[in-house]
């Protein structure tokens, strides 16, 4: 304990927290979650089920984000009492569990100050996340399905709402693609440097002979429109097509012709939803996916331009991004931050933050080398 200078380590806590405070406007967060507990008392509530649901999973989201916050807040404050008892009483045990605690503590509020790095234009919207497969076969069908489950449990740890609208189950096993959506406030900021190619070695539970295999998966983000967001969708430049809804193996689970395929004929963008037992709906709800790709194919179109302007001939951002190693030896490994893993089975059951705050911090790096 010798040599920490609590008194300044906990005044430093403290200024950082009134930072992040601000930036995350606290108090506008306690006005969004008293406005949105009013609309969930009320008994028309699940009248509209979409919206209700949006409405509870916000509220859910926003509560647990202002709870950490406060509850940090609590721990700064706890701490501040054990360092004083600590000296007082001189316990070595207590000593030791004060350094600890403040270790832990100056790790979440590290963490939580990855908030404050988010004030991209669309950082704060819930997101859309689109995983294909790629090269490798039915092991790249089924590593598409293993990254939907770890952005699912990675969601359902931090209890954000998951929306899945479609996913095409390959023939053998795995998943040809999948595209769900994340309720959650900065949804988008913090999972869009998720966006890219990633990579799986490992030993191949297809193949019979037991050899190593490489397989691919593409991870794509973008984030939710609102209303006030200017994307206009011609329907001359729609077709439209009606389809009956498949499970694992071609299984039927509606018993109506209910899923909806869109293609922007312009673009050649496609997108699907069967997530619904309405037509209409499914329809809607494909729109909503729709017009966010448009709009990140309209900001992606921008910022080539941009680079080409300036002559930057370097690889786009996201390609290439992670390596998830099972054979010869465990580990996970993002290429762009050097961030890595020796437990996949942790990453993969969602443990993803540290991964995520390292792409966050190196994108704003390399922001401001752009700049």
């Known amino acids: 304990m010798a040599g920490i200078d609590y008194d300044a380590e906990i005044k430093q806590l403290q200024a950082t927290m009134a930072t992040i405070g601000s930036v995350l406007n606290i108090d506008r967060m306690r006005e969004e979650i008293a406005d949105l507990g009013e609309q969930v008392a009320a008994p028309d ?3 509209d089920v979409e919206s209700a649901t949006r409405i509870t999973g916000r509220l859910s989201a926003l509560q647990g984000e202002l709870d950490r916050y406060t509850g940090l807040e609590s721990r700064i404050e706890d701490l501040s009492l054990m360092v004083e008892m600590a000296q ?38 819930e997101a859309i996340v689109t995983i294909r497969s790629g090269a490798g076969g039915v092991d790249a069908a089924d590593f598409a399905e293993m990254l939907m489950r770890m952005y699912t449990r990675w969601a359902e740890q931090h209890k954000y709402g998951v929306e899945v609208y479609d996913v095409s189950y390959a023939e053998e096993a795995g998943i040809k693609s999948a595209e769900f959506a994340i309720h959650a406030p900065y949804a988008y900021g913090t999972l869009s440097v998720e966006a890219g190619t990633h990579r799986l070695v490992r030993i191949s539970p297809f193949d019979n002979q037991g050899r190593r295999q490489t397989s691919f998966a593409a991870v794509e983000v973008v984030p939710v429109l609102e209303q006030t ?17 498949g499970g694992p193996g071609g299984q039927s689970v509606n018993t109506t012709d209910s899923a909806v395929r869109l293609t922007h004929i312009p673009t050649g963008i496609v997108v699907s939803c069967q997530n619904e037992k309405s037509q209409l709906q499914n329809k809607a709800s494909a729109m909503v996916v729709l017009k966010a790709k448009l709009l990140a194919k309209k900001k992606a ?58 792409g966050i911090r190196w994108r704003r790096g390399a922001e401001k080398v752009e700049a």
Do not use: C
């Open 301 to 358: 179109e921008e910022a080539a331009l941009k680079k080409d302007l300036k002559g930057d001939v370097a690889a786009s951002w996201g390609d290439q991004m992670r390596n998830y190693v099972l054979n010869p030896y465990q580990i996970v490994k993002d290429l762009r931050t050097g961030h890595e893993s020796g437990n996949p089975s942790s990453v993969f059951d969602g443990d993803l933050d540290d991964f995520m705050e390292a």
């Open 88 to 125: 007082e009483e001189g316990d070595a045990d207590t000593l030791a569990e004060t350094e600890a605690e403040l270790g832990r503590i100056k790790k979440s509020v590290e963490s939580l100050e990855i908030r404050t790095l988010l004030n991209g234009e669309y950082d704060e919207r």
């Open 229 to 245: 967001d200017e994307v206009e969708v011609d329907e001359n430049d729609l077709r439209v097509d009606v389809f009956r809804s």
């Open 45 to 47: 509530l699940w009248d």
